[in-house]
């Protein structure tokens, strides 16, 4: 396998585990409050680019799903799931 499937397959996954493992607790009714994305000086344009991106893995079959949350200032602006339908965990 080449260097960069293997990155594909391995590095990104993971990272996208680590972003996400850095606020475990902030989830919609954890007590981290949710916001919108220009309230804490984001683009919900650019917000909404993650979904599909994460889409692409899971129908390249990069990963079964994908969990991605982002925060700002102490507020999430961004939560979404998405996985493989049918898969089995």
Same mark, same amino acid.
């Given at each position: *396998? @080449?260097?960069?499937? =293997?990155?594909?397959? /391995?590095? /990104?996954? #993971? #990272? &996208?585990? #680590?972003? @996400? =493992?850095? +606020? &475990? %607790? ?7 409050? *949710? +916001?919108?994305a220009k309230s804490v000086g984001m683009s919900a344009e650019r917000l909404n680019r993650i979904g599909p991106a *994460? ?5 390249? %079959? &990069?990963?079964?799903? =994908?969990? =991605? *949350?982002?925060?700002?200032? %102490?507020? /999430? /602006?961004?939560?979404?799931? +998405?996985? #493989? ?5």
């Amino acid at each position: *396998m @080449n260097f960069q499937k =293997t990155i594909a397959r /391995v590095g /990104v996954p #993971l #990272l &996208l585990i #680590l972003i @996400n =493992t850095t +606020a &475990l %607790g902030a989830k919609p009714g954890s007590g981290m409050p *949710m +916001a919108k994305a220009k309230s804490v000086g984001m683009s919900a344009e650019r917000l909404n680019r993650i979904g599909p991106a *994460m889409q692409k893995y899971i129908d390249d %079959g &990069l990963v079964p799903g =994908t969990v =991605t *949350m982002v925060a700002r200032r %102490g507020k /999430v /602006v961004h939560f979404e799931c +998405a996985w #493989l339908y049918g898969y089995r965990w």
